[in-house]
C-alpha cells in the first residue's frame, strides 16, 4: 500500500506494479493515475488509525509512505507497533525534516557544513538578530509549512516582515513557534536522494528540481515545478564529498541520538565556491524529482524497498538507464496561491501511447469517466529521451498534448543543464 495522493505517489505505485513479486497493489487515497495501476482507498492522510485499519483489513504485507506529514506524526512508529512491516523513519528520525531547528542543531553536532544560523523561540530576540545583519538572510518556520515556510531575504527590511507573519501573525499556525535565521548562500542547488538502512547508504542517481513557480527561477516557491535527471552539476567528485561529509555524518549523528534513520534521506544542497552546503533534509523520496528518477530506474523497487525495511539493503543490485529523463509539471492557474479545480482535462489518451512518456498524475480525479484536475500541481509529464534536450523536447511536446482550463507549466525546466539562461 503506497500512502499519498501526488505524482510522487503515482510514479511509486507506477514502479512498484511492475515487481514480479508483487500480488496486490493499494493507494490511499491516490488519486485519477494510481486508480488505474492500484485500487485506491479513500482516506484523510492524517488520521493514523485510519491508516491502520486498512492496512489490516487488506492483509497489506508492506506499506510504503510517501509525504512527510504522516512520517512525522509517527505512522512508522505504530505501524511497527502493531506488527506492520512500513518503509519510512520513525518520528523521531522524520525530525530531521519536521524541525528545522532539531535539524540545524544535528548538523551542528556532526560538523555537516550547511548554512551559519540561529535558531529563536521569542520574536524579540529574532528581530534584534535580523537588525543586525546588513547582508540578506533566510527565515525559515521550524515546523512543516508544506514546503512554503522559507524567506529568503536579500534585503533584510524583508526578513523582519516575514519572521513577524511567521512568529506574531502565524500564518503557518505552531509550526511558527520557532524560527530558524541563517545566511542567504548562492551558487546551484542539488538534490541528493539516498537510501539509509542501519549503517548502509545507498545513493540515487542525481536529480535537479525548479521549486519557483516562474520562468527563470523567479516568483514565489512551490512544491516543485520540474525535475531533471541526471544532474550534470553532480560530478563525481561532488557526489563523494556529498556522501563523506553529509549523508555518513548525519545518518551516524541520528543514530547517535537514539533515532536510527531508515527509509529516503534526502538532503537539499546549494553547491557554494567552498563547497555542498546543506539547505535542508527531508526524509521522504522529493516530489517531483522521484518522477524521472524513478522511470530510469531498472530493477526490481518492491525488492529494493523490502530490503531497506529488513537491513539487508547491501544484498540488492539496483540499474540506472542511462538515457536522461525531463519531469514538466502542469499546475492549476494561480498555484501556488488560489486555483481552480474540477476542470477537465483533455488529451491523456493520446499521450499515453507515445513511447518513453509518462503522465503522473497529483492533483487529479476521476468524475463520470473523466479525469478532472483537484490541486494544484496536477500531472507531471515526464519523457525519457537519448540525450537531455531529446528528453526534454518528448516531455514539452507531450504536455503541448494536453489541455485542461487555466493550465500552467514552466518552459524553461532542464535549460540550466542544457547551458540556457
Ligand atoms: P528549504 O525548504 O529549506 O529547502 O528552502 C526552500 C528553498 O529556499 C531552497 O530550495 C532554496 O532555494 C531556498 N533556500 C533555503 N535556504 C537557503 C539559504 N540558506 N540560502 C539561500 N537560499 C536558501
Ligand atoms: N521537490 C522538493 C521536495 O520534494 O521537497
Redesign the pocket.
Known amino acids: 500500500m503506497v500512502i499519498g495522493s501526488g505524482g510522487r505517489e503515482h510514479a511509486l505505485v507506477w514502479a512498484l506494479a511492475r515487481s514480479p513479486r508483487l500480488t496486490k497493489l493499494f493507494c490511499a487515497p491516490g488519486n485519477a493515475g494510481t486508480a488505474r495501476l492500484a485500487t485506491n482507498l479513500p482516506v484523510d492522510l492524517t488520521d493514523l488509525d485510519a491508516l491502520m485499519g486498512l492496512a489490516q483489513q487488506n492483509a497489506i504485507d508492506l506499506t510504503v509512505v510517501g509525504p512527510e506529514a504522516p512520517l512525522c506524526a509517527g505512522i512508522v512508529d505504530r505501524f511497527q507497533a502493531a506488527g506492520l512491516r512500513i518503509f519510512g523513519p520513525s518520528a523521531a528520525a522524520a525530525r530531521i525534516e519536521g524541525d ?1 531547528a532539531y535539524a540545524k542543531h544535528l548538523m551542528k553536532q556532526a560538523s555537516v557544513p550547511t ?1 551559519e ?1 540561529r535558531i529563536f523561540r521569542n520574536y524579540q530576540s529574532g528581530r534584534d538578530f535580523i537588525a543586525t545583519r546588513e547582508t540578506g538572510v ?1 527565515v ?1 518556520a521550524a515546523g512543516l509549512a508544506a ?1 512554503k ?2 524567506f ?1 531575504c536579500p534585503d533584510p527590511a524583508d526578513a523582519l516582515l516575514a519572521l513577524e507573519n511567521i512568529m506574531v501573525n502565524r500564518i503557518f499556525g505552531d509550526t511558527g513557534e520557532t524560527v530558524v535565521v ?5 551558487g546551484q ?1 542539488l538534490s541528493v536522494i539516498a537510501l539509509a538502512s542501519g549503517r548502509t547508504i545507498y545513493v540515487f542517481e542525481t536529480a535537479q ?1 525548479h ?2 513557480i516562474g520562468d527563470g527561477d523567479t516568483g514565489p ?1 512551490t512544491g516543485g515545478m520540474g525535475a531533471y535527471s541526471p544532474a550534470p552539476i553532480a560530478t563525481p567528485e561532488v557526489m563523494a564529498r556529498v556522501e563523506a561529509d553529509v549523508l555518513v555524518p548525519i545518518v551516524d549523528a541520528l543514530r547517535n541520538d537514539g533515532a536510527p534513520f531508515c527509509g529516503v534521506l534526502y538532503a ?1 544542497l ?1 553547491l557554494t565556491p567552498g563547497g555542498p ?1 546543506v ?2 533534509f527531508n526524509c521522504r523520496f522529493g516530489d517531483p524529482e522521484t518522477q524521472p528518477l524513478l522511470m530510469r530506474m531498472r530493477g526490481d523497487l518492491l525488492e529494493l524497498l523490502a530490503a531497506v525495511v529488513d537491513d539487508r539493503l547491501e544484498d540488492v543490485q539496483i540499474d540506472w538507464d542511462p538515457r536522461p529523463a525531463v519531469c514538466v509539471v502542469m499546475a492549476a492557474g494561480g498555484y501556488p496561491g488560489k486555483y481552480e479545480t474540477g476542470h477537465v482535462i483533455e488529451g491523456l489518451d493520446r499521450v499515453e501511447q507515445v513511447p518513453d512518456v509518462c503522465v503522473f498524475h497529483a492533483g487529479t480525479r476521476e468524475v463520470e469517466h473523466m479525469t478532472v484536475t483537484a490541486g494544484g500541481r496536477v500531472l507531471g509529464v515526464t519523457a525519457l529521451g537519448d540525450d537531455l534536450a531529446t528528453a526534454q523536447r518528448r516531455a514539452y511536446e507531450a504536455v503541448g498534448m494536453i489541455r485542461f482550463q487555466g493550465a500552467y507549466h514552466r518552459r524553461d525546466i532542464a535549460a540550466k543543464a542544457l547551458g540556457g539562461p
Not at 541563517?182 to 548562492?186: A, D, G, I
Open positions: 528545522k548554512a544560523g533566510v525559515k514546503g515556510g522559507v529568503v541563517e545566511e542567504l548562500l548562492k542547488e528540481d521549486k519557483p516557491n537539499g546549494m552546503k539547505l535542508e
